[in-house]
């Protein structure tokens, strides 16, 4: 059987693209297996400092394959791994970027959610529709938008199916980036990963941590715990060579030590 997925690699940084163009992209678990498989071999990779996740044809991802969830029991679905799966995807070190165009709907959506950065191009349209089909997000989905866009939105886009488009997805906080005219929304994501890879990989992965353990942890104990990281980044070979780079006007050569 072909790939599902295909890596790429480029100056810094890798991208990996969902290619089942045509199912849209739709995550069966072959796929998501892969996709963690390359994902870790990517975080293994030290010439990688950011990810960028993107779509093969029309769409990023239109959610996990109905059909497979179809078929499959639902003792077979709890024990089958596809959705320890997700917490691979989320266990991931390195930032992810999501650059969608198109599609983002249920699983797609859940998967650009446990990315740390998410951009879009202007036809890019975001939505978890499961109730239509009867069941609901079951990757994070009800968790982590509530946690980006808000009660009310996070309900009506569960509940009654709204859509946002890249425009809305970028007031409601959901998208950091949208696409100027004419722009491809790889290059703006590429140019995110550009500057991620310039960045010291020992901070950028201990910020991402930090950031994210906002999201689990009360404010005072976030503070102590930014603290113990700062504390801990100030030992490293990379702080210092940061600042005497930028003391000596010149650009720091990181090591990730
Ligand atoms: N799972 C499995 N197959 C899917 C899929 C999914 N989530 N989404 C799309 N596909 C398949 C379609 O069945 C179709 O296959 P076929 O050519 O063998 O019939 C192919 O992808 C193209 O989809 P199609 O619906 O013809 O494309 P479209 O451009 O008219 O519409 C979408 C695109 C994304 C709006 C539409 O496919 C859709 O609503 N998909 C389901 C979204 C969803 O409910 N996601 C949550 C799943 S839990």
Redesign the pocket.
């Known amino acids: 059987m072909s790939p599902l997925v295909r890596r790429a690699s480029y100056d810094g940084f890798a991208q990996i693209v969902l290619d089942r163009p045509?199912?849209?992209n739709?995550l069966n678990a072959e796929m998501l297996t892969e996709l963690v498989a390359t994902l870790r071999e990517c975080e293994a990779d030290p010439a990688v400092r950011a990810i960028v996740i993107s779509g093969s044809g029309?769409?990023f991802a239109?959610?996990?394959?109905?059909?497979?969830?179809a078929s499959a029991n639902p003792i077979e679905l709890f024990t089958s791994g596809f959705s320890e799966n997700w917490d691979q995807v989320a266990a991931m070190t390195k930032p992810l970027i999501a650059a969608i165009s198109s599609?983002a709907?249920?699983?797609?959506l859940e998967l650009a959610l446990i990315c740390d950065i998410i951009v879009a191009d202007q036809t890019a349209l975001f939505g978890l529709?499961?109730a239509?089909?009867g069941?609901i997000p079951g990757a994070g989905g009800t968790q982590r938008l509530v946690r980006v866009v808000g009660k009310s939105m996070a309900m009506e886009m569960i509940l009654a199916g709204r859509r946002l488009t890249a425009e809305e997805a970028r007031r409601f906080g959901l998208v950091s980036s949208v696409t100027s005219d004419g722009q491809n929304v790889q290059d703006l994501a590429f140019e995110i990963a550009a500057r991620i890879a310039r960045a010291a990989p020992l901070a950028t992965k201990i910020a991402k941590a930090a950031v994210l353990a906002s999201f689990e942890t009360p404010l005072s104990a976030g503070i102590q715990y930014e603290r113990s990281l700062s504390a801990l980044i100030a030992a490293s070979e990379d702080r210092s060579e940061g600042m005497r780079a930028f003391a000596a006007k010149a650009q720091p050569n990181f090591t990730g030590r």
């Open positions: 045509d199912k849209r739709a029309r769409g239109a959610g996990a394959d109905i059909g497979a969830l599609y709907l249920g699983g797609g529709p499961e239509a089909i069941t």
